[in-house]
């Protein structure tokens, strides 16, 4: 079990008149290597969430287990937590700093004491892993890249540190189309590599077409949870917490109103166009 979380609640300036309760009650668990897409409206209590996860926010209510271990006891070493746990935030590319791509993506596991001959071999893998050339890149600026590549430098850097939980807060945010699906595939592979993954998202469909395990948040609760399927094919839970369909499932959906068989678990274009073939005898479309 990667994620254990019990009865998790929080609440923000406590005890001030702008006391807030952020969290209430959250509890899930999340298996070895699952890829999990976490959605809900702005102040649904998602980004709340996976900080308290990985370690960026103390004082809570219940438990939050990383491999079996609750690092808010005072006697496990946190140090250990952050190797475990990598975070991409929104724009991670607003962080590089060094004049090289190699320094930049070796700064972590430098800090942490590393020694260089398993710091370069760490650099190497992880610009493999993200599909950057190491002779090509590794002297470049960092900052003469394009938006896509240096996301994927910023994502390197975690993933020297290598740790078995990638927590992604809204990684795809600005990205175009293109490099969003490139962006989704690529995280696609590392999940398949063996990475646990959590991503946070508003991007509906690359999370009905990627992820395999979904929790919706709202008001602080965890409002449902099960695979894209169950989630993305229930259009009056989600309305309820103020989110839409993905946009196959809501094509799909007008189909069905004009009378069409289309079974309600169709949420991807996949899916979606098998059932259209069929249909048409196996006709191409």
């Given amino acids: 079990m990667s994620i254990k979380v019990e009865n998790l609640s929080y609440t923000y300036m406590p005890g001030t008149p702008f006391e807030h309760q952020a969290l209430k009650n959250v509890s899930f668990e999340i298996e070895d290597a699952d890829f999990v897409g976490i959605v809900g409206h702005t102040g649904s209590g998602k980004s709340t969430l996976v ?12 438990k939050v287990l990383i491999n079996g271990i609750d690092y808010a006891d005072k006697k496990q070493d946190r140090k250990l937590l952050r190797r475990q746990v990598g975070v991409v935030f929104q724009y991670p590319e607003y962080q590089l700093f060094e004049e090289t791509i190699e320094k930049d993506i070796a700064y972590g596991p430098t800090k942490l004491g590393v020694e260089p001959e398993e710091v370069e071999r760490r650099v190497r893998a992880a610009m493999d892993l993200v599909e ?4 090509l890149y590794r002297n470049k600026s960092p900052f003469s890249l394009s938006g896509g590549q240096k996301r994927k430098v910023a994502i390197a850097g975690v993933l020297a540190m290598e740790p078995s939980i990638l927590i992604m807060d809204e990684p795809i945010a600005g990205l175009d189309p293109m490099g969003r699906e ?17 991503m946070v998202s508003h991007n509906m469909d690359n999370l009905a077409e990627y992820t395999r395990h979904v ?3 709202n008001d602080g609760e965890l409002f449902m949870e099960g695979t894209p399927e169950e989630i993305f094919s229930d259009y009056d ?20 109103a004009k009378g069409m068989d289309i079974p309600q678990n169709v949420i991807r274009y996949d899916q979606l166009k098998a059932v259209l073939m069929e249909k048409l005898g196996g006709k191409q479309l």
């Fill in 182 to 198: 490139n962006f989704m595939r690529l995280t696609k592979s590392l999940n398949e590599c063996g990475l646990t993954i959590l």
């Fill in 215 to 217: 929790l919706v948040m």
């Fill in 51 to 62: 900080q308290i996860i990985s370690g960026l926010i103390k004082g809570y209510d219940g």
């Fill in 132 to 135: 950057l050339d190491y002779d």
């Fill in 237 to 256: 839970k989600l309305r309820a917490a103020s989110l839409n369909l993905p946009e196959v499932a809501q094509f799909a959906k007008l189909l069905r």
